[in-house]
C-alpha cells in the first residue's frame, strides 16, 4: 500500500499536534521565517545554486517547495537528487513521487538507486551507517556534476533531539553535544534545524502539498525510530519542550566547544611538523587546561588522520605525565611518542636510519671530518685542563692509545659520566636523558681500546679527562657539519 500524505489528518503521515510549538512558531509565514533566519546565520549566500537532497518526506518536500517560493529574494537556483536505498518493496514508489513532483514544479532531478544492505556488508558498518555514507557521497557527485555550491538537507529540531540523545546514551563528549551542525565541513547545509516536523507538515497541508512517509518510520526497531516512538514520548510528559530544550543544549555546547578549541588551534599553529608528524611541547601542553589539552592533541591527531575516542584521554595523559621514551600506539597505525620535553605525533612508526661506519683516526692535533657522522673533529695541545661540556673536552693524551674511534654504541658499553658518582651502561645513560630510541644508534661515540671516552653532543668519560696534574693536554672540540 502507498503511504502517501495529503493535507487531511489521520492518514499515514501525519503527526499528533505539536504540544510545545518552536521557538521559531508565530503568526509570520514559515518561507518568510526560513528566509530571516538564512540571512542571520549566512548559511547560504546570494547567487547559490542549490541541489536538495529529496527524499519525498514531507520535511524534504517541505525544504524544496520552501526554497522555491524564497527563489527570488535569496537569489538561488534550486535543483534536486533522490537516491533509492532499496531498502523496501514499495522504494520505486518514493522514487516516481519525487520524480513527478520535479516535474510538475519544474525542478531538474537527479535519482539513483544504491543496495544499501549490501553496501553495508562490504563496509561493516550498520544499515544506517552505510545508507548515510553512500547518500552524502551520492549528493557530493551530483552536485559536482551540475555545478552546485550548496548541497541541502532537511535535518529538523527533532532530528537534532534524537541526534543528541542517541550520543547521551552513547557515552558523548562536549563536541557530541553539540548535535547536527547547521553546516557540515563538507559544506552540506541543514536550514531546517530550527522548525519542528510538525509545523513543516501543517504547512505542506495548508498548501494542499503531498509527501510521502516511509513506513520504517512507525517501527521502533533501528535506534533512531526507538528513541522517537518511545523514549521522546516519556521525555515530553517530564517536559514539553524537551525538543527546543535539546535544541539550545547544543546550540550551548557548539559555543562552549568552540571557545576551548580555539586555544587549541592557536598552539598547533606554532608545532614543528615534517611529513606525517607533529612536534608538541610537552611542557606547553602540560600547562593548558585539561580540556583545552584534549582538544590539541586531538585536533594535532585528526590532521593524520586519526580519529581519537574518549577511552585515549587517559592513556595521554599518563603518556604526558609520565618518563621519556614511551609510546602508545593509537587507531589507524598512529603513534604517540614521549621524548624528552617533545611529543612526537606520527602516521606511522619511523624505520630507524642504520648508524654510519666506524671510523678510526691518529690521536694528535690536526682536524678530522666525517661526513656520515655529519661532524667535525678540531684537536690541539693546550696549556690548561678545563670543565667538559657537551662539544669540547680536554683530555689526558697519556691516557690514550694513538688512536682513536668514533663509532655507534655496541651491547655492554659503560663509562663513568663526567661529575658523576660512578659508572653506568650507555644504554642506561642515553635513556636518563630522555634520548628517543629510535636515535640512540645515531649518537657518535668517541672511543680508545672498545672504551667510552665522549658521548659526543652529551657528556665526557670521567677517567680520560685532563687535570692539574696531566703533563700534557689534549683539547677536542666537536662541530656539526651543515647537511
Known sequence: MDRFTSGRDGLPGSEPPDQAGTTLRGSRPLAERLRDHLHATSLLPAGS????????????????????????????????????????????????????LCR?????????????????????????????????????????????????????????AETILLRLIAGTGLRGLGGIRPRRRDGVIRPLLPFTRQELRDWLRQIGQPWREDPTNLVPEAPRTRVRLLLMPLLREWNP????????????????????AGPARAML????????????????????????????????????????????????????????????????????????????LEEAPVAPSPPPDSFLFPCRPGSVELPGWSLRLDLGVCDSPASPDAWEIRVDPELLEDSLEIRSRRPGDRFRPAGGAGGTTLKKFLHGIGLPREERDLVPLLCCRERVVWVIGHRAAEDFLATSRSRRILRIRATRLPD
Open 49 to 100: 545554486r542549490c541541489l536538495v537532497g529529496l527524499s519525498g518526506g514531507g520535511d524534504s518536500v517541505a525544504l524544496l517547495r520552501l526554497l522555491l517560493d524564497l527563489r527570488e529574494s535569496l537569489e538561488i537556483s534550486v535543483c534536486a537528487a533522490h537516491l533509492d536505498h532499496g531498502l523496501r518493496p514499495d522504494s520505486a514508489a518514493d522514487r516516481d513521487f519525487v520524480r513527478e
Open 269 to 344: 599553529r606554532s608545532a614543528r611538523r615534517q611529513p606525517g608528524q607533529v612536534f608538541l611541547d610537552v611542557a606547553g601542553l602540560l600547562d593548558m587546561p585539561p580540556p583545552v589539552r584534549w582538544r590539541a592533541l586531538r585536533l594535532a591527531l585528526a590532521g593524520l588522520g586519526c580519529r581519537l575516542q574518549a577511552r585515549h584521554r587517559e592513556p595521554l595523559e599518563d603518556l604526558l605525565a609520565g618518563p621519556s621514551g614511551r609510546d602508545l600506539d593509537l587507531p589507524g597505525g598512529r603513534r604517540a611518542r614521549r621524548r624528552g620535553q617533545e611529543l612526537r
Open 104 to 160: 510538475e514544479l519544474k525542478v531538474p532531478l537527479t535519482s539513483a538507486r544504491a543496495e544499501i544492505r549490501g553496501r553495508a556488508r562490504q563496509m561493516n558498518l550498520s544499515v544506517e551507517a552505510a545508507g548515510r555514507r553512500v547518500r552524502y557521497a551520492f549528493l557530493s557527485r551530483v552536485a559536482r556534476r551540475r555545478g552546485c555550491g550548496a548541497v541541502l538537507t532537511a535535518h529538523t529540531a527533532e532530528d537534532q
Open 241 to 260: 519542550r524537551i525538543v527546543q530544550a535539546l535544541g539550545r543544549l547544543a546550540h550551548q555546547a557548539r559555543e562552549d566547544e568552540a571557545c576551548l
